[in-house]
T-cell receptor, first 110, second 119 residues
């Protein structure tokens, strides 16, 4: 069964700290994996997209990694800011299917 | 990046009425658009895939007669919630696929969402 699982479900950290969000998937065949940031009451915004051959991709303070062998991805946020408070969604595409993870709700405290 | 708009952003209606939500890709042609529903603190749930010029493909459990989807042009798809009831109250989000086939490098761009409240 095609699944995308994210952990943790929620996370609270202090402003300025780093954090890492996890995404494990069983989608096969695999086309690409994307991380989205969704602010409350807004549509998701793409942060990174990675294909099978890409291991790391950065977008400012966001760095995503992908291990296609173990089917794991992570999103690392460096020097967190209050504006990073949002839900982060991992989305895996493959064979005309798009599978959404349930998201990690991140809260940054001052 | 590409821009997808939705209108209205927020709508309140009485039970039994119909509500139409528009989704537009502003600077690219989208052969495929997707409609999602999201309940508070939950993930997006795909409702249907809308292909320009053809009938939409609905996910299991989604009533096609209740959620009418029209994709008449490459830049516009509409979702009509017919005879809305309070349980239809939700956040509806559309997305447009950019890049044609679902392949490496292709991505979706999401609209800002429409919050529907049915009284």
């Amino acid at each position: 069964k095609n699944q995308v699982e994210q952990s943790p479900q929620s996370l609270i950290i202090l402003e300025g700290k780093n954090c890492t969000l996890q995404c494990n998937y069983t989608v096969s065949p695999f086309s690409n994996l994307r991380w989205y940031k969704q602010d409350t009451g807004r549509g998701p915004v793409s942060l990174t997209i990675m294909t099978f051959s890409e291991n790391t991709k950065s977008n400012g303070r966001y760095t995503a990694t992908l291990d296609a062998d173990t089917k794991q991805s992570s999103l690392h946020i460096t020097a967190s800011q209050l504006s990073d408070s949002a839900s982060y969604i991992c989305v895996v595409s493959g064979a005309s299917k798009i599978i959404f993870g349930s998201g990690t709700r991140l809260s940054i405290r001052p | 990046g590409a821009v997808v708009s939705q209108h209205p952003s927020r709508v309140i209606c009485k039970s039994g009425t119909s509500v139409k939500i528009e989704c537009r890709s502003l600077d690219f042609q989208a052969t495929t658009m997707f409609w999602y529903r999201q309940f508070p603190k939950q993930s997006l749930m795909l409702m249907a895939t809308s292909n320009e010029g053809s009938k939409a493909t609905y996910e299991q459990g989604v009533e096609k007669d209740k959620f009418l989807i029209n994709h008449a042009s490459l830049t516009l798809s509409t979702l009509t919630v017919t005879s809305a009831h309070p349980e239809d109250s939700s956040f509806y989000i559309c997305s447009a696929r950019f890049g044609g086939r679902l392949a490496g490098g292709e991505t979706q761009y999401f609209g800002p969402g429409t919050r529907l409240l049915v009284l």
